[in-house]
């Protein structure tokens, strides 16, 4: 999938994405030593979703990817400030095209 310039333009941040490789015994996720970086936008902006399972948490904020990129409620993202986060909700957008971008609300706890 090739990027629109246009839309491309307004992707100034990079991320990095961590995907979660285990479980220990004790409930605690392991995630992998090596994360994907991912051209993106990072809207911060406190607000109340609601996850998956019905429980309304405070969202530190969203961010755009461009298509796909693989992430979901297990993974957690270094932001461009060092800080890491973790994933609440993801949203995949269609346009006309087909997919299309890739919304991710992120907190800081779980």
């Known amino acids: 999938m090739t990027i629109e310039t246009a839309y491309l333009a307004m992707m100034p941040n990079t991320v990095t ?10 409930g605690k996720p392991t995630y992998s030593a090596s994360g ?5 936008r990072v809207v911060p902006s406190d607000k109340v979703i609601r996850t998956a399972n019905g429980v309304d948490v405070i969202a530190n904020g969203t961010i755009y990817f461009y298509g796909t990129p693989t992430v ?3 993974s957690k993202i270094l ?8 994933v609440i ?5 269609d346009d006309e095209s ?13």
Not at 17 to 26: A, E, L, M, N, P
Not at 89 to 93: E, I
Request: proline share 2%; charged share 15%; with cysteine.
């Open 17 to 26: 994405i961590f995907g979660q490789s285990s479980i220990d015994s004790y």
């Open 36 to 40: 994907t970086s991912v051209r993106c």
């Open 72 to 74: 979901d409620v297990s």
């Open 79 to 86: 932001l461009p400030n060092s800080e890491m986060v973790f």
């Open 89 to 93: 909700d993801v949203k995949v957008q």
């Open 98 to 110: 087909g997919t299309h971008h890739t919304a991710v609300s992120f907190g800081s706890g779980r």
